[in-house]
């Protein structure tokens, strides 16, 4: 009868392990990134078809907020050339933005008048970057573009968010 190395016996146990314990990382890891990466793809799906109240709740509060106080401050401006005027509140615009109102058709028809989401669905590359706890990164290379777009992504109440306002907007 031949012995087993003790080397073997001691081994074993740990390929074991690895065998077990790798898929069920694997698994978890691709939960992950298709975590951060429908979200993102629902975002600009939604933009493509219009869906003005499922855009709204695929945005991070920052975004929201800037929207808000952007199309307040439009209003405004507006308002002082107009012999009639409507008025909004932020709260208004907020709420107008959460049921896909007049406001946010006019805002998300006017967005897409410069942006086309097939850009991003159809001919780009899409690669995952960093994925922390509550913030990601997705790389999105335009076929004609010399460098991708890093779209961040937020993680706010246990749901990763499209940060919009964060990825394209520029500081003021």
């Known amino acids: 009868?031949?012995?087993?190395?003790?080397?073997?016996?001691?081994?074993?146990?740990?390929?074991?392990?690895?065998?077990?314990?790798?898929p069920a990382y694997a698994q978890s890891t691709g939960d992950?990134?298709?975590?951060?990466?429908t979200p993102a793809e629902s975002f600009f799906k939604s933009l493509k078809g219009k869906d003005y109240t499922?855009?709204?709740?695929?945005?991070?509060?920052?975004?929201?907020?800037t929207i808000v106080d952007d199309v307040f401050k439009e209003i405004?401006?507006?308002q002082s050339s107009q012999?009639?005027?409507?008025e909004y509140s932020r709260e208004q615009i907020?709420?107008?933005?959460k049921v896909g109102g007049s406001l946010s058709k006019s805002y998300w028809n006017?967005?897409?008048?410069?942006?086309?989401?097939d850009l991003v669905l159809d001919q780009s590359k899409w690669d995952i970057g960093t994925v922390k706890k509550d913030k990601a990164e997705i790389s999105i290379q335009y076929k004609k573009s010399d460098n991708p777009a890093l779209l961040k992504m937020f993680k706010e109440n246990n749901a990763w968010k499209v940060g919009l306002v964060e990825t394209f907007w520029t500081r003021k």
């Open 1 to 22: 009868m031949r012995k087993i190395s003790t080397n073997y016996v001691f081994i074993f146990p740990i390929i074991l392990s690895l065998l077990i314990v790798f």
């Open 32 to 37: 992950q990134l298709d975590a951060v990466l």
């Open 54 to 65: 499922k855009i709204w709740t695929l945005l991070s509060q920052k975004s929201q907020e």
């Open 76 to 78: 405004l401006k507006n």
């Open 83 to 86: 012999t009639t005027a409507v």
């Open 94 to 97: 907020l709420a107008d933005f």
């Open 110 to 117: 006017s967005f897409l008048e410069y942006f086309s989401p």
